[in-house]
C-alpha cells in the first residue's frame, strides 16, 4: 500500500523556522518528481516546491529564498526546510508524488493532477 506520511508540522511565531518530513512506503518505483503543496482554508491547494531524482529544485515565487526542498533518496524521504516563515505561510502542508519512475518535475509542477499519491497533510500555523 501506497504511503506518504508527513511530520515536522506546528505553530510557530512569525520569523520562526519549522523542518516538515515525508516518509514514502509501499511504492513499487521511486517516483522521480516530488513536491510539496499547502492548502489554506477557503482556498485551492498550491505548489510550494518540487525536487527530482536528479536534484532540480523549483519553488513558488513567495517562498523563494526561505524555503529549500531536500530529499534523502536512501531513506524515501523528502523534507521542506522553511525559514522566515510569516502568517501567510499558514497552512496544511501536503507531500505528493508523481507515478513516473523516470519524467523529472515539469513546467507544470505545480499542477495537482501532476501527481498520483498525496499524503495525509501536517499543519503548519504561524502567528504574527
Known amino acids: 500500500q501506497v504511503q506518504l506520511v508527513e511530520s515536522g508540522g506546528g505553530s510557530v511565531q512569525a520569523g520562526g523556522s519549522l523542518r516538515l518530513s515525508c516518509s514514502r512506503s509501499?511504492?513499487?518505483?521511486?517516483?522521480?518528481?516530488m513536491a510539496w503543496f499547502r492548502q489554506a482554508p477557503g482556498k485551492e491547494r498550491e505548489g510550494v516546491a518540487a525536487i527530482d531524482r536528479g536534484g532540480s529544485t523549483r519553488y513558488k515565487d513567495s517562498v523563494k529564498g526561505r524555503f529549500t526542498i531536500s530529499q534523502d533518496i536512501a531513506k524515501n524521504t523528502l523534507y521542506l526546510q522553511m525559514n522566515s516563515l510569516k502568517s501567510e505561510d499558514t497552512a496544511m502542508y501536503y507531500c505528493?508524488?508523481?507515478?513516473?519512475?523516470?519524467?523529472?518535475?515539469?513546467?507544470?509542477?505545480?499542477?495537482?493532477?501532476?501527481?498520483?499519491?498525496w499524503g495525509q497533510g501536517t499543519q503548519v500555523t504561524v502567528s504574527s
Open positions: 505528493a508524488a508523481t507515478a513516473s519512475s523516470w519524467r523529472p518535475c515539469t513546467g507544470t509542477w505545480d499542477q495537482r493532477n501532476e501527481y498520483s499519491a
Open positions: 509501499g511504492f513499487t518505483y521511486n517516483p522521480y518528481c
